[in-house]
């Protein structure tokens, strides 16, 4: 598995291209908007778009999938179901965070815990990791030891849960009991900001320790 990271909007979210070497299909994670940039950096990579993924129903991770989707006439696939009051209000959140406009859409197929996600000879899958939002969930290859977590964890971070229906204690119990069993030498890619490994983070992220802070 092969990945392009394109950081988009006012809030450098890292839309990722994720891409089967042999194949050259594709998958957009997380466009969150800048749609035409976006565009213009797969056409480059020279892949094949297949789906859009999509971690969690905030506007910075959606902005703009469904307007890619429509161009690359491809499904628009997770995250899970519990996110859909988050899409189906996409107008309030485009005022909220002051973005571009966003209408609201649902998408082709939701994502539940186990599933499988297939680009090319590759395949992801599926862990729910509730607390940034409650139907959150993070993509995992295995073999590559690559996760895609969305607003899960950062490097030296973790998600925010003051959003509705966020809750602090579902998020660091997804982190260590989802994401930190997955091997010290497991990276991943954040919804912001640089990658890190879940071993470097378990060993120095400030809310992953005994005395946490609390967002």
Not at 78 to 99: T, V
Not at 155 to 176: E, T, W
Not at 195 to 212: A, I, V
Request: proline share 7%; hydrophobic share 40%.
């Amino acid at each position: 598995m092969k990945y392009h990271i394109i950081p988009v909007t006012a809030f450098s979210q890292n839309c990722s291209v994720i891409y089967c070497p042999d194949t050259h299909q594709a998958a957009l994670v997380d466009p969150g908007g800048e749609a035409e940039k976006i565009k213009g950096e797969v056409a480059a990579l020279g892949v094949t778009i297949s789906q859009v993924l999509l971690t969690h129903g905030h506007l910075d991770h959606v902005g703009a999938a469904a307007e890619l989707a429509a161009h690359y006439q491809v499904p628009i696939v997770g995250p899970h179901k519990e996110d859909l009051f988050l899409l189906a209000a996409l107008h309030e959140q485009s005022r909220m965070f002051g973005l571009d406009d966003c209408a609201p859409f649902t998408p082709d197929r939701w994502l539940v815990e186990g599933d499988m996600v297939q680009i090319g000879n590759q395949q992801l899958s599926v862990l729910e990791c509730p607390g940034h939002t409650p139907g959150h969930i993070v993509f995992i290859h295995d073999t590559a030891r690559l996760a895609l977590t969305g607003d899960v964890i950062f490097k030296g971070g973790v998600g925010r849960s003051d959003f509705p229906r966020g809750n602090h204690q579902d998020l660091i119990d997804s982190i260590k009991n989802k994401l930190l069993p997955l091997g010290d030498d497991m990276a991943f890619i954040p919804g912001h900001g640089p990658m890190s490994t879940l071993g470097y983070e378990s060993k120095t992220n400030p809310f992953l320790q005994d005395e946490m802070p609390i967002w």
